[in-house]
């Protein structure tokens, strides 16, 4: 019944843990026991010996998580609109506080009451100017929507001072993201704001998982006047930035095994626009002949585009994922093959390929240029890695296009169907 009882109120110990807090009171809890020594017959020595030893005790005991105690849970919640924590100077500050404090308490002497009261109103006044730093501030958030993995993106907070006379001081921006989620932020800082005036604030990020992240809220902090306090508010919201992959991995030496890397104009660029029939237009690259320039598309759009024809819009291949049947899922790897796929799939459309995407509940039609790229990249960006990949790999599954580039997210391996040369394997 008891274990039970502990088990509820999470007052299990759960290690020992070594804090600044801990060690200023161990030097407060030895002075009291020197105090015994000296003293032995003052009774009030001893009791206040045994109280410092058992707050001392419980500081470098670890009852729970840090991140999960009453206090912290309690100042989240709504009904706490600031959020205050202590810096390393404030530490200091209230621990040289409570100890002058008791020293005058047991001395009486009236100057260890002067300067214990001078340290407390240098606390009530660092709460009051950080309020008013803090007050009557709006501010707006421009997210962008979408970004690639391991890429620095920006998020530019807005902040007005809405006070008629008073500036703001040391502020500073920062996104309210999930702890386990790996996104890298470094906070913007904003010296002073003006009565009446709107600043703006970068925000660094770097995501490294791929997919919707959520972006919860904003937090405004400032550590004005004296830094012993860092007194935030927080404005929640639900917002969410799509993280595609960054398709960079080099694939040319993959591809070279297989026949799709062997075709007569795969390299070369030399002969376009030698087609009969008109197929599309896109941006001209170094190499193309300005016989196939559009001139009024160019003249529109202002930068040189060029025609395409039916010779050149007819090499497709469509990437496809599978995965090892039975296998237990290792999510790195896949997301490794995901990212594979997506390097793949940007080789053969900077190569004027038509590419599309086949998955388990994903089908993506073969098209050329970078509107055919981005969806594939959406697509891959938003792929559940914890699905069964093996269904479309089944020999079953008799609706496939001609030319497959499988790629199995569990191994890595990377094959082709389709237009396959001599002594080349087909799954």
């Known amino acids: 019944m008891k274990d039970r009882l502990l088990n509820i109120l ?29 003293f032995p017959f003052y009774t009030r020595f001893k009791v206040i010996f045994v ?19 009453l206090f912290q849970k309690m100042m989240q919640t709504k009904f706490f609109p600031r959020k205050l924590t202590f810096t390393m100077e404030g530490k200091y500050l209230v621990f040289i506080t409570l100890g002058i404090g008791f020293a005058a308490v047991n001395t009486g002497i009236n100057l260890l009451y002067l300067l214990m009261t001078m340290l407390l109103s240098i606390i009530v006044a660092s709460g ?16 962008p929507s979408e970004t690639t993995v391991s890429s620095e993106t920006l998020a530019i907070l807005s ?29 913007g800082t904003l010296l002073k704001l003006n009565a ?11 995501f490294s998982q791929r997919g ?61 626009g030698q087609g009969l029939e008109f197929h599309s237009v ?11 320039v559009h001139w009024k598309k160019t003249a529109a759009g202002q930068e040189f585009v060029i025609r395409e024809f039916d010779s050149l819009a007819g090499r497709r291949a469509t990437v496809c994922l599978t995965g090892n049947r039975g296998s237990q899922i290792v999510y790195q790897q896949r997301e490794k093959g995901i990212e594979l796929a997506a390097s793949i799939a940007k080789f053969l459309v900077y190569h004027d390929f038509q590419v599309g995407l086949l998955g388990p509940n994903l089908r993506i039609e073969e098209e050329r240029g970078p509107s055919s790229l981005k969806r594939i990249f959406v697509a891959l960006a938003l792929l559940d890695a914890g699905q069964d990949f093996q269904t479309i790999g089944s020999h079953k599954n008799r609706n496939l296009p001609e030319t497959c580039i499988w790629i199995n997210l569990d191994s890595l391996n990377v094959s082709q169907t389709g237009s396959v040369a001599k002594g080349e394997s087909v799954i």
């Open 212 to 272: 919707k992240q959520e972006i919860r809220g904003v937090s405004i902090e400032t550590r004005f006047p004296f830094s012993f306090f860092t007194k935030s508010r927080h404005y929640e919201f639900n917002r969410s930035v799509l993280v595609l992959p960054k398709g960079e991995e080099p694939v040319a030496q993959t591809l070279s095994r297989l026949t799709i890397k062997q075709l007569e104009d795969f390299e070369t660029v030399d002969n376009r």
């Open 196 to 206: 009446g005036k709107e600043e703006q604030i970068p925000v660094h990020l770097i």
């Open 159 to 187: 902040i007005r001072n809405g006070k008629r006379r008073l500036s703001s001081f040391s502020l500073e921006g920062e996104l309210l993201i999930p702890e386990n989620k790996g996104i890298v932020q470094k906070k």
């Open 10 to 38: 999470n007052m299990y110990p759960k290690g020992v843990k070594l804090s600044l807090t801990g060690l200023i009171m161990l030097f407060i809890t030895g002075s009291s026991f020197y105090m015994i020594i000296k």
């Open 128 to 143: 009051i100017l950080s309020e008013l730093t803090l007050k009557k501030l709006r501010w707006k958030i421009d997210l």
């Open 51 to 69: 109280i410092f030893f058992v707050v001392n005790t419980l500081l470098f005991i670890r009852f729970r998580e840090p991140r999960n105690n």
């Open 282 to 292: 896109r941006q001209m690259y170094s190499g193309d002949d300005w016989r196939s």
